[in-house]
């Protein structure tokens, strides 16, 4: 792979997206653009993109394309993403999947590789449940697995530990139906192109990482 990561994580809620995304930005120096986190910053601060996506995540459902669309456009032009980027929850659809390839054409670029991460629905639901986020800094943690030092205090930065809304079982449920109808198209669509890479995602975090750096030949 070129020294500059242009990449999409690709995988259920629970696969570990973000917390691979994070491992990965740190590594090639590419910006982390998770689309989930944007949503959720916009909808604890109201602002008008918060108040259109909140009803939709609360269901679990999608927010519409065009509103995606427009948000990763505009992000994948900040300076951070000079030098590449790690997509986590973006394309969910067909539709976006088609609009980002027209955006990196546009620019001269084409994506490195999809990473699609398998995790089966056992694991998932053990992840989610136990999932905490840092309302600060947006580290992830997990109550059994990568638990805290601290009982509800994010190790990296001392912030404060939140269980997600749309972590309760019936979103979740959901949040899978949505998953398997509209996004795991993209493992196809992808696969044809020629840019897959199937990674398992049974094991803990660093031996997860490994596979996805092997996978990407770096
Ligand atoms: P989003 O925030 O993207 O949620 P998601 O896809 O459901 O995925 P998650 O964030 O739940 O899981 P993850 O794969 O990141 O796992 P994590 O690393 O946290 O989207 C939320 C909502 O926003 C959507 O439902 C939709 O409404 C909207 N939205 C977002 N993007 C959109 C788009 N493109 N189009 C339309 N709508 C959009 O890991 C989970 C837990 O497991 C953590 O506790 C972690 O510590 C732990 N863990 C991770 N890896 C391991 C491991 N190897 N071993 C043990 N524990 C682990
Ligand atoms: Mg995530």
Do not use: W
Not at 30 to 48: F, Y
Not at 157 to 167: E, I, S, T, V
Not at 200 to 206: A, H, S
């Amino acid at each position: 792979m070129a020294a500059e990561a242009r990449v999409v994580l690709l995988g259920p809620p629970g696969a570990g997206k973000g917390t691979q995304a994070k491992l990965l930005e740190e590594k090639f120096s590419a910006c982390q653009i998770s689309t989930g986190d944007i949503l959720r910053k916009a909808v604890a601060e109201r602002t008008p993109l918060g108040r259109e996506a909140s009803e939709y995540i609360n269901r679990g459902a999608l927010v519409p394309d065009g509103v995606i669309v427009n948000l990763v456009a505009e992000r994948l032009k900040e300076k951070d993403c000079e030098k590449g980027f790690i997509l986590d929850g973006f394309p969910r659809t067909i539709p976006q999947a088609t609009s980002l390839n027209a955006i990196l054409n546009q620019r001269g670029i084409r994506l490195s590789a999809v990473l699609s991460v398998r995790v089966p629905h056992n694991v998932i639901i053990e992840r989610l449940a136990g999932r905490r986020t840092c309302r600060n800094c947006g580290a992830l943690s997990h109550v059994v697995f990568t638990p805290p030092k601290k009982e509800g205090v994010c190790d990296r930065c001392g912030g404060a530990l939140y269980q997600r809304d749309d972590d309760r079982e019936e979103t979740i449920a959901n949040r899978l139906k949505v998953y398997e109808d509209q996004t795991a198209p993209l493992v196809d669509y992808y696969r044809g192109q020629g840019l897959l890479r199937e990674i398992d995602g049974v094991g803990d975090v660093d031996e997860i990482r490994a596979r996805i750096i092997q996978a990407l030949g770096v």
